[in-house]
């Protein structure tokens, strides 16, 4: 997994390291070295960090996470037989992402 860009998704949801750091059970200076690359994240709580809204392109750099993405909605389109709205979004699309990741780490 590449280094998960958590400055880009503490920025987007407007919360500081230490906020991230109660979110996640873990003492601040955790998320300090996660930030910093110079430690990686235990497995659950990168299901904890999808939870909280961390986009596939944040988690997983934007190429492998676009990819993700769409072939996330598209499995959700297919199951589903929704369709994309007049703009080619679906509703509720970074729900369905969520929900697409988490049971994505399940099956790991």
């Keep these: 997994m590449s280094k998960i860009d958590f400055l ?15 979110a996640l ?3 601040q200076s955790a998320v300090s070295q ?5 430690s990686g994240v235990v497995f659950d709580k990168v299901e904890k960090l999808v939870e909280l809204g961390i986009t ?3 988690l997983f750099g934007e190429n492998v996470g676009k990819k993700m993405r769409d072939a996330i909605i598209k499995d959700y389109l297919s199951k589903s037989g929704a369709s994309t709205g007049a703009t080619g979004e679906i509703p509720n699309s970074l729900e369905i992402v969520k929900e697409g990741l988490i049971e994505i780490l399940k099956r790991i």
């Design 25 to 27: 059970d873990v003492h």
């Design 34 to 38: 996660y930030v910093s690359g110079k």
């Design 56 to 58: 596939p392109e944040e």
């Design 8 to 22: 880009s998704f503490m920025s987007r949801q407007k919360i500081s390291q230490s906020e991230l750091a109660e």
